[in-house]
């Protein structure tokens, strides 16, 4: 315990590290680790485009397609601060690195939720899940651009 809270202290990049772990366990528990056994995981692999679906001819909002992308903008905000260094600077550089990293997370997600039969596997949350990573890439972006100007 002494040596975490000695490194904690000392290295910026270990700081960096531990949040990326901290906001990939919160993801992981929403998508993998928190669902129960789904017995046919490629019932819709489709999935919702939108914010309505039809349940027994009624018409219900939904939120799961707002929900995929809010969940990986810090994701990928994240990623990019921890590895700036690596990344770079110019900003068609950090959305699509930021885009690809989103990208393979979802895809990695989806292939656990369809080989551990845990929920279903589907291109709409992939689609969303990209769409949320490369927001996060931009607001990276827009955060360290007003932190130079101050």
Do not use: H
């Amino acid at each position: 315990m002494m040596t975490w809270y000695q490194k904690f202290k000392e290295s910026v990049f270990f700081r960096k590290l531990f949040f990326l772990a901290f906001v990939t366990s919160l993801i992981l528990f929403r998508t993998l680790l928190n669902r129960q056994l789904w017995m046919n995981p490629l019932s819709d692999v489709m999935g919702g485009w939108g914010i309505w679906e039809t349940v027994n001819g009624e018409q219900k909002l939904t939120t799961e397609c707002i929900e995929n992308v809010i969940m990986m903008v810090p994701f990928s905000a994240v990623v990019m601060w921890t590895f700036e260094e690596k990344i770079g600077n110019g900003w068609k550089k950090i959305l699509w690195q930021s885009g690809k990293i989103a990208f393979i997370f979802s895809i990695s997600i989806e292939m656990l939720q369809l080989l551990m039969r845990l929920g279903t596997f589907q291109l709409s949350n992939i689609f969303y899940n990209t769409v949320g990573g490369v927001l996060g890439g931009l607001m990276y972006c827009a955060v360290m651009k007003a932190r130079k100007r101050l």
